[in-house]
């Protein structure tokens, strides 16, 4: 097998930065050591200056402007275009568009006050913004997860284990109003274009959410969960035991070979002209570069000789981290078998051939919020337009 001669040094080549992810920015101190005070919910619900926001668990965000793919599936997929439409460059820099941003909101549009936070709705502490110089000095944010009766506009059916938070069956008068005005939008279509600030405190509140949403029940006895640590924790309530948010490890790619074309697959389920580079699962007891490998080789019937990590991504949808990397083909690897399962095509095109397709739509490529569109261009050397 060509797992043998894998390498994971890679070539002389420049980093990712960060800025550039755009669901990996933050400008918030996560403020863990405070997560355990008691009635530390409640005391900063009752603050006038802590700001909250409105998460659900399906990955979206309540934002100022109007809903942008309220009702995007549940494939993890970024959407293809821009809000720009025809001709935007598909990354113009963090937070560039304007009209889409987490609303100015205090604690107590929700009515709560103390002793009360959120009453009925699972809450979360986000942290303190931080000052110029990266000292924790702004205010605090509390998140709210909005449960799936309390969605405008009217979501799918909910997960299929659990429900989205506690307070599903109970009506939010407060909630609904405030949704009505700042409607929920995909996260994974949105968080190019959202601030660092609010892009770092979306991903984070709709992973909790995520989480919270799939671990009503205790894995170990079967025994209904309980919030704790501020959001960050669920204790069973028959045996105790305290459970915390899972991650799970994800490579994504871009493959050349010998002559730097790039590979390009199409997923089984994905609609037609959908392309993306190859991505899956860590498996248990394996390393990143031999999961690189072992993707490539499984989807697309290529053999890989090096492999580099680069930058690595939250993708809360529900629960990955994208980590990505660059991967060189071993020479005369140059024809892509696709397993005809979870990659129905695969091709290796050239820049040029890229930009052809692009331009007359036969490649439609996925939106600037993934990874996989920043490794792209990466590849390419710039913006794609299109």
């Known amino acids: 097998m060509c797992l043998c001669a894998l390498l994971f040094s890679g070539w002389e080549s420049e980093a990712m930065r960060i800025d550039q992810l755009a669901l990996?920015?933050?400008?918030?101190?996560?403020?863990?050591?405070?997560?355990?005070?008691?009635?530390?919910?409640?005391?900063l619900a009752a603050d006038p200056e802590t700001r909250l926001l409105l998460v659900d668990a399906r990955g979206r965000v309540a934002l100022t402007g109007p809903a942008i793919h309220p009702d995007l599936p549940d494939d993890g997929l970024t959407p293809p275009s821009l809000i720009g439409g025809p001709g935007a460059t598909a990354w113009e820099g963090p937070g560039t568009r304007s009209g889409w941003g987490l609303p100015d909101l205090r604690a107590g549009y929700l009515g709560a006050s103390a002793p009360t936070c959120c009453p009925d709705l699972t809450a979360l502490y986000m942290g303190r913004e931080l000052s110029d110089d990266g000292a924790p000095a702004g205010p605090s944010w509390i998140a709210v997860v909005v449960p799936p009766a309390l969605e405008v506009p009217d979501a799918p059916e909910p997960p299929a284990t659990g429900s989205d938070a506690e307070g599903t069956a109970v009506d939010h008068p407060d909630l609904r109003r405030l949704l009505e005005r700042y409607p929920l939008s995909a996260l994974r279509a949105m968080g190019a274009q959202m601030t660092a600030r609010d892009a770092g405190l979306a991903t984070t509140a709709t992973a909790l959410a995520a989480w919270h949403a799939r671990s009503v029940y205790c894995p170990v006895c079967g025994g209904r969960t309980e919030v704790t640590e501020a959001g960050w924790a669920r204790r069973c309530t028959d045996c105790a035991t305290v459970h915390f948010p899972r991650t799970d490890p994800a490579v994504i790619m871009t493959v050349v070979d010998e002559s730097d074309r790039l590979l390009l697959v199409r997923g089984a389920a994905w609609a037609p002209r959908r392309f993306s580079v190859v991505a899956g699962f860590v498996e248990a007891g394996e390393s990143v570069e031999a999961a690189v490998a072992r993707e490539v080789r499984e989807e697309t019937g290529l053999c890989v000789a090096e492999v580099e990590y680069i930058?690595?991504?939250?993708?809360?949808f529900p629960r990955s981290l994208m980590l990505g990397c660059r991967a060189r083909l071993a020479l005369g690897e140059d024809r892509p078998r696709p397993d005809g399962q979870e990659v129905v095509e695969a091709r290796l095109v050239s820049r040029d051939e890229l930009t052809a397709g692009v331009d007359d739509g036969s490649i439609l490529l996925p939106g600037p919020t993934s990874i996989a569109r920043l490794l792209i261009e990466d590849w390419y050397g710039g913006p794609i337009v299109g």
């Not at 997560?35 to 409640?42: A, K, M, V």
């Open 24 to 43: 990996s920015r933050s400008a918030t101190d996560r403020d863990a050591e405070r997560r355990s005070e008691p009635g530390l919910l409640e005391r």
């Open 311 to 316: 930058a690595s991504q939250p993708w809360p």
